[in-house]
């Protein structure tokens, strides 16, 4: 007798359903977010760390600009406009998109596309006055300026800061609400994720200043280095805090001696945040090395960025529906 | 009224007909099922069994599936049944990570059903009602098979009794591990049995999503 073969035909990719390899009571890792994710939440948390450091120092205006507009808003808002359109790429249904607005009243995502809207939308009103196109000034004759020294402008810096920081915050925040995924669900995801991007953003900033002839300034330093401390203790806060948690117990064993150990600790900790923090220091010692160590802190801190987000989302994982005693794991 | 389901585990045959009926009834797009068992083994030799431990959307009170969900697409009725309205998805997947039960399915296009990690079958049947039936880059979820409540309901029915007014995967269940009512009224089936049985379990109690879906057994 002969036995009919069932024909088959490659996988295309893994499909998004967390139950669907087996069926099993194992921890079971999420497949649904991963590096796009990674990459519009650095690139939203640079670009609105960015804007807000720059006007906080007062450095916006001393970094170049184009078509009048400051450079470093201009980075900002690229940052944010090129993140926002990697998530509607990302999303089942893009054209759909609008609807992220809607639920407001429950959905942290909902907060967050009104932060990017209002972001965008006030820091485009912001600098608008001092759009140059040749030697025209359009909209000259509103009434502020991009530097904020009026009423109207200061109240549109202070709406487009505040909608900066939920940009910075809500991706974080995101994951950290639900209680699905115990290595989530935690304060210290959104702050390490703001810090993050905050650390980063100084980065570009000495970059640029390095770039405009500007000195850097032992101040900027000194808060590059706040940053990093704190990203560093909370990194190692949250790793130490409910380790035994089913779930939490299973994403730190993969963070630290499973498959991304090397990434973790010698990509996001060590290159990621402790080299780049004893950089720091150097620079606070050593004036001339400022610009250049400005540059490497950068190339440390942008790709250490975007891994802490990767192995955040990579190591979400689901701790079983019940525990069973004495359950048999092959 | 607020619909619930117990499922008591000590009855369950492991025959996985509630997985099919659900599939039939709604037909779900390939890889999604809404209606699973999991199978496991506990204990040792000679005391080792298995043990069954059928899944399905839990309809919480508090479902963070909805607080997720951006858009709006995910609602709760009245009557507790938490839906997923494919119009309005936008395919996100926010809930799919904030769901502990992993309720929530997107519909990828994939067509033909999981061979091996690496390789599907050819389309199926059934593939061709799931394209019809559903939305490319939405997700889907259980019901409580709403619509056959709904018309159980207008027809004089009594979900939960009525075959045809109560969810395909109760009806279908040779065992009755699955009982299905309201849990507002004390004289419903499922009311009565936890009444009879003790207290239900939930899962993944941690979550903290006041589940309608528990377990007995």
């Known amino acids: ?330 | 009224m607020r619909w619930g389901m117990v499922i008591d585990v000590g009855r369950c045959v492991g025959c996985h007909a509630c997985t099919i009926a659900c599939k039939s009834e709604n037909e779900s797009p390939a890889d999604a099922f809404y209606a699973p068992v999991i199978e496991y083994e506990a204990g040792t030799y000679p005391n080792a069994q298995m043990n069954y431990l059928p899944i399905l959307c839990n309809h919480c009170e508090d479902a963070p599936c909805i607080t997720a969900c951006p858009s709006g697409a995910l609602t709760r009725r009245d009557d507790g049944i938490v839906l997923a309205d494919e119009d309005v998805c936008i395919g996100s997947r926010a809930c799919m990570t904030a769901c502990p039960y992993g309720a929530l399915h997107l519909f990828t296009g994939e067509e033909g059903e999981m061979r091996t990690e690496h390789a599907r079958t050819e389309p199926t049947v059934s593939d061709r009602r799931a394209h019809e039936r559903h939305q490319v880059g939405t997700v889907s979820k259980c019901t409580y098979c709403s619509h056959k409540i709904d018309f159980g309901l207008e027809h004089g029915l009594t979900p939960g009794i009525d075959p045809l007014a109560t969810p395909a995967c109760v009806v279908t269940c040779p065992a009755e591990c699955r009982i299905f009512g309201d849990l507002d009224d004390a004289t419903s089936p499922i009311s009565q049995y936890i009444e009879r049985r003790g207290p239900a379990e939930v899962l993944r109690p941690d979550a903290k999503t006041g589940a309608h879906t528990s377990y007995v057994g």
């Open chain 1, 1 to 330: 007798m002969s036995v009919e073969t069932v024909p088959t035909r490659p996988v295309g990719h893994v499909p998004e359903n967390v139950f669907m390899d087996r069926w099993v009571l194992e921890p079971k890792t999420q497949r649904v977010w991963g590096a796009p994710h990674a990459t519009w939440f650095t690139l939203m948390g640079v670009g609105g760390g960015l804007f807000i450091l720059a006007r906080a120092l007062d450095r916006d205006a001393d970094l170049g600009h184009w078509l009048g507009i400051p450079l470093v808003d201009w980075i900002s808002f690229v940052a944010i406009a090129v993140g926002g359109l990697i998530l509607i790429g990302d999303l089942g249904r893009p054209w759909r998109a609008w609807r992220a607005f809607v639920n407001v009243r429950r959905s942290v995502i909902s907060w967050g596309a009104w932060a990017d809207l209002i972001f965008l939308t006030a820091g485009a009103l912001l600098v608008l006055p001092d759009l140059r196109i040749g030697s025209a000034r359009p909209f000259e004759s509103l009434p502020w300026d991009s530097n904020a020294t009026s009423a109207s402008g200061r109240t549109l810096e202070i709406v487009a800061m505040i909608a900066a920081l939920g940009v910075m915050i809500y991706a974080g925040i995101v994951l950290a609400r639900p209680r699905a995924i115990p290595y989530w669900h935690s304060p210290s995801i959104p702050l390490q994720f703001l810090l993050s991007s905050a650390a980063t953003a100084m980065a570009v900033l000495l970059v640029m200043e390095f770039a405009n002839d500007v000195a850097i300034e032992a101040s900027e330093l000194w808060i590059t280095a706040a940053f990093l401390v704190a990203l560093l203790a909370l990194v190692v806060g949250h790793l130490l805090t409910r380790s035994d948690t089913p779930g939490k117990k299973e994403s730190r064993d993969r963070l630290l001696r499973g498959q991304y150990r090397l990434p973790f600790l010698g990509g996001v900790v060590i290159l990621g945040t402790v080299v780049p923090l004893a950089l720091t220091v150097v620079a606070l010692a050593v004036t001339d090395a400022r610009d250049a160590l400005a540059v490497v802190l950068l190339v440390l801190l942008l790709p250490a960025g975007f891994a802490l987000r990767l192995l955040t989302l990579r190591v979400g994982i689901f701790p079983p529906l019940k525990e069973v005693p004495g359950i048999f794991r092959p």
